[in-house]
């Protein structure tokens, strides 16, 4: 299947005084998703958004939201988020012992269920559960501040993360979140990513259209050939 590049802009770069507006923005420059950074201040060394803030983009934005739990105790708020409106739900497996039952319950609250994993943390804690997951993150740096440089070991992951989801025959979206810019992001298509989570890279530029095109257009190029001519001008959600 033809593999399309997707662009997500975390908001934890974006103008907080203005969110509205700024969603409004990358909306109307080609995003993909919006990706929204939830951090408990406990997993990781930040403090950002709850079920509120996702509620209120849920009614400025028709783009899938892209939710990000970094939470030492997700499942006791995946049915507030799911609630309010996150189409993704993404658990760290270092925060689920019973990664399965968390999935499982992401999914009776209707909403899609996203893994995901610290630059360290081995693939190997996820294989069981691929056949369950909708969405596949990589962090490819270490959670809890936006703007960090890439961590340029995490490629060979990302190239292990697409082998495995191939081999297994997973639809699972891999995504890779941390230090994307448009100089990595050829790389980082190119190692088997389908979604580029920008923050700083897009929110810090002055032009969201043309930021947000030249990382696909960056992505894109990174492709074979063949796939890039199939999926030309092509988005899925």
């Avoid at 203005?18 to 993909?32: C, N, T």
């Avoid at 490819?140 to 070991?153: A, L």
């Avoid at 032009?207 to 992505?219: F, K, M, S």
């Amino acid at each position: 299947m033809p593999r399309h590049v997707r662009i997500a802009p975390s908001i934890l770069s974006a103008d907080f005084g203005r969110l509205a507006d700024e969603v409004a923005r990358v909306e109307a420059a080609g995003a993909d998703f919006v990706h929204v950074d939830v951090m408990d201040g406990h997993f990781v060394p930040n403090l950002t958004a709850g079920p509120p803030i996702v509620e209120a983009l849920r009614k400025v934005t028709k783009l899938p939201l892209d939710v990000h739990l970094m939470m030492t105790n997700p499942d006791a708020f995946i049915a507030e988020f799911a609630e309010a409106g996150a189409d993704y739900l993404t658990v760290h497996v270092e925060t689920c012992p019973h990664l399965h039952r968390t999935v499982c319950a992401i999914k009776e609250h209707g909403a899609k269920a996203g893994v995901t994993l610290n630059p360290a943390t081995s693939l190997a804690t996820v294989e069981e559960i691929l056949g369950d997951a909708d969405l596949l993150l990589i962090m490819s740096v270490n959670p809890g501040f936006g703007g960090q440089r890439f961590i340029e070991w995490t490629l060979s992951k990302i190239r292990r993360a697409r082998a495995l989801l191939d081999d297994r025959g997973s639809p699972a979206l891999l995504e890779v979140d941390g230090g994307v810019k448009v100089e990595n992001a050829g790389q980082i298509i190119a190692a088997g990513a389908d979604v580029l989570v920008a923050g700083s890279a897009i929110f810090c530029q002055e032009d969201y259209r043309a930021t947000i095109a030249a990382l696909r257009q960056a992505g894109q190029s990174a492709l074979p050939e063949e796939r890039t001519a199939a999926s030309h001008g092509t988005r899925q959600r």
